[in-house]
């Protein structure tokens, strides 16, 4: 943590004072196309941020005018961040995976006056959907000559001189939610709520500069804001970044983190990955011969790039109980934690040690937790947010009267003060039997087969409901050699999961549909969460005929 006589240093001041402490130590390290690697010091990084938010303030912009980001992760994402701060104004991220349509909805509800273009696939689609009255700002990353170039920028502007700063209660960044619930909303993030969370969360992890992380899920996602961004400041340790997808494991190799933080979709793909070198049945074997046990463990979390990791964290969804005990069968214990976008995802975090599976952990420091009448979750956090943005309707809607933020998810809390999530609110729906049913907690039994990657229960208006899957990698492998093989053996697991559930909820078919869900074709959030309402709107057409099979397990 800084040591600044500040009670809650703003994110600036963790900046100057990394600049005059270690202006020699490294802190972003980012990778190229070509195979380069640049790496930036703390003092060549405010060198650059300096520049960028002189440049930013000859625009002769109103203070607190907003001004987008639309990149991948890299370390001009987060310099481009820290020189909207600089230069007075308010950061609005935007997703990279997002299409024209949604992000001219997000510059024009956020009346944002400039835009950082950066590293994404698909910037000449995205570029008419830009207003042409807003400046763009190109990345090195992004090689279109036709707008303003950042390393033109930098190169021939005069830093910023000084150290400005920023009122706590001052408004840093509007968050628009990943919309897996219909339009996106801009959440309204304080520098106080920054501060705060950051001042009283710092005991959790006990970070420090020689700690490392790589960056690789969306910065534009409030979890990658407080985790990688925020605590980089808090705690000045150095940030690797991740060219593509193809040199992931190359760049996590390189970056040995010793914290890694990552989405249950992505750990399952690692253990697939770890699955198609050594099938499962194989390396259990293996696993229980005590010499060679060791030396396997220590092979795998080194081919993963995780041989360094102290702590590692799971978020944003439920992930299975099976993966959890799988990893940590290899020595990587998985904490889950638990936050919003409307609390800066400061709530609750398991105990390294004390881990209880299937909970998210005890309250944060300072965070106040209760149950409300109808099962929701009630926070009151330093970090909730200020409101959502020219929506003061849903900002109260948003509140209790005492003050606590409605979540929209439901949960119990144990003797030991530890929180599970049992799924959201309005996610909740009626058989024709009069029952209601939580598809979240199923969802989770059904994602411990590791033939699936994703599930989807429906079943409002239904006998019973059912279940859509997409296959892993693995399983679509698996499928393609030997489908009979495959769909007997799913059948098989669903009488065992219908064997844990109540008879209301007992899942009467499986359906293997051929889609493959992903945020490019909608079906899911940049953060690799289902949206629901979407998938259930796409197969609705078919539900009644899939019911009527007599297969337990359809290929639709």
Known sequence: MVNLNSEYPTPL?????????????????????????????????????????????????????????????????????????????????????????????????????????????????????????????????????????????????????????????????????????????????????????????????????????????????????????????????????????????????????????????????????????????????????????YFIKKKILKGLGLDAAINAGSGAAPISKNLLEWYKKLGLEIIEGYGMTENFAYSHTNEPGNIKIGSVGIDNPLVETKIGENGEILIKSPSNMVGYYKDPQKTKEAFTSDGFLRTGDMGSIDEQGRLSIIGRVKEQFKTTKGEYIAPAPIEEKILGHHQIEMACVVGAGMIQPICLLNLSEHGQAEFFRDSKTVLDDLSLFLEKVNQGLLSHEKISKFIVVKENWQPENGFLTPTLKIKRHVVEKYYAGQFDSWFKLKEKVVVA
């Open 13 to 293: 001041e963790c900046l100057y004072y990394w600049e005059n402490k270690s202006p020699d130590y490294n802190y972003l390290h980012q990778p190229y196309a070509d195979g380069q690697l640049e790496v930036f010091s703390w003092a060549r990084t405010l060198k650059e941020v300096r520049s960028m938010a002189a440049f930013l303030q000859a625009f002769k912009l109103a203070p607190g005018s907003k001004i987008a980001i639309m990149s991948s992760n890299c370390a001009h994402w987060l310099m481009a961040d820290y020189a909207i701060w600089m230069a007075g104004h308010v950061s609005v991220p935007i997703y990279p995976t997002l299409g024209r349509n949604e992000v001219k909805y997000i510059l024009e509800h956020s009346e944002s006056k400039i835009f950082f273009a950066g590293k994404m696939e698909h910037w000449a689609t995205i570029k008419p959907g830009v207003p042409l009255h807003i400046p763009s700002i190109a990345f090195p990353h992004n090689t279109d000559s036709k707008i303003l170039q950042w390393k033109t920028i930098v190169n021939e502007t005069d830093p910023l001189q000084g150290t400005p700063n920023r009122e706590l209660d001052e408004l840093a960044t509007i968050i628009y939610t990943s919309g897996s619930t219909g339009t996106p909303k801009g959440v309204m993030i304080s520098f106080r709520n920054i501060a705060m969370s950051e001042k009283a969360g710092e005991s959790l992890l006990n970070l420090t500069p020689q700690d490392r992380m790589i960056s690789y899920l969306p910065l534009s996602h409030v979890a990658e804001r407080r985790l990688v961004e925020a605590g980089s400041l808090t705690n000045g340790f150095q940030i690797y970044f991740a060219h593509s997808l193809e040199t992931f494991i190359e760049d996590l190799q390189r970056a040995r983190p010793t914290l890694f933080f990552s989405v249950p979709r992505l750990w399952m793909k690692f253990q697939m990955g770890v699955f198609e070198k050594v099938p499962q049945e194989k390396l259990d074997k293996l696993l229980k011969i005590p010499i060679l046990s």
